[in-house]
């Protein structure tokens, strides 16, 4: 029970680093290896567990299409 706890956490939070700024296999690769499971099953898991997350946060919503340079703009400014 505390492998599929410690899983589903670091799932999830492998899924929000991934929408975020990708790299959510750095969590979740590591997460299975440490319970056991071999390298290949490992990494066929994180390649079908993460692609979800690829289409969703590739998804540009409506009103932020177009706006490329306002928010490099936007993001100069605020350094």
Known sequence: MTDLLFLLGA??????????AGGGILISFPALLALGYPSLTASVTNAVALWPGYLGGGRVPGHARGQGMNCCRRSLRDL
């Open 11 to 20: 799932g999830l939070l492998a899924g929000v680093v991934n929408a975020l």
